[in-house]
């Protein structure tokens, strides 16, 4: 026998009751992209090649760079002692060359005074390393209350034990943590959006 599920019957049924609520506050959970800013961290020649998982890293990253410029998204690179490191791997620059990006140069390790100029709710957070930079970026960014997410498979780190703890460090203390492609179709909602096809290839 099927038991219609109504709002009346729902009393008897609290967590059930809690999912209707949810529904209809219009998936409040979902990533929005006019609320979001990207900061890349410290994607540099020289420190990425360290990296474990660089490659897919690398790959992670260039997607979410094309597709905030897709969605005319404000995005900024951070380089840290660009002397010594290096400069941002250049086919991430021209993934995003639509949008303009900012480059900001720094010594300090937390990141986080590269978007104070954004308006943006949430701030998204990828590049390396995620113990390092990427996680007291993140940390700041939480303290200043903003929303952060960090794209688990655009950080990296030399050693993956340390991504992992990183990560979970994060998740703990408020971070969102998502895949790249996770936050995409977030952001499209709807097989009809208008670049829905082109977000399609990306993530090929």
């Not at 900012?102 to 949430?122: H, L, P």
């Not at 780190?157 to 998740?171: D, K, N, Q």
């Given at each position: ?45 020289k420190?990425l ?32 002692y ?105 952001w ?17």
């Amino acid at each position: 026998m099927v038991i219609p599920l109504t709002l009346t019957g729902l009393k008897y049924f609290p967590i059930a009751r809690r999912a209707v609520t949810v529904l209809n506050r219009g998936m409040a959970w979902r990533l929005k992209c006019e609320e979001c800013a990207l900061l890349v961290v410290d994607m540099q020649e020289k420190l990425l090649p360290a990296i474990h998982g660089a490659e897919s890293v690398a790959r992670n990253v260039l997607v979410l760079t094309q597709a905030f410029a897709l969605f005319r998204r404000p995005l900024v690179f951070t380089e840290q002692y660009p002397q010594g490191l290096g400069h941002t791997v250049p086919e991430l620059l021209r993934g995003a060359e639509q949008t303009s990006p900012t480059i900001v140069e720094k010594t300090r390790f937390n990141a986080a005074g590269a978007v104070a100029g954004f308006r943006s709710k949430n701030i998204v957070v990828c590049g390396v390393e995620t113990h390092v930079c990427v996680r007291q970026t993140a940390l700041e960014l939480l303290a200043q209350g903003k929303v952060v997410t960090v794209v688990a498979d655009a950080t990296g780190s030399r050693r993956e034990e340390h991504r992992r703890v990183a990560l979970e460090e994060l998740r703990a203390r408020g971070a969102v943590i998502v895949s790249a492609e996770s936050l995409l179709f977030d952001w499209l909602e709807d097989s009809r959006h208008p670049l829905f096809k082109s977000i399609a290839r990306l993530i090929k």
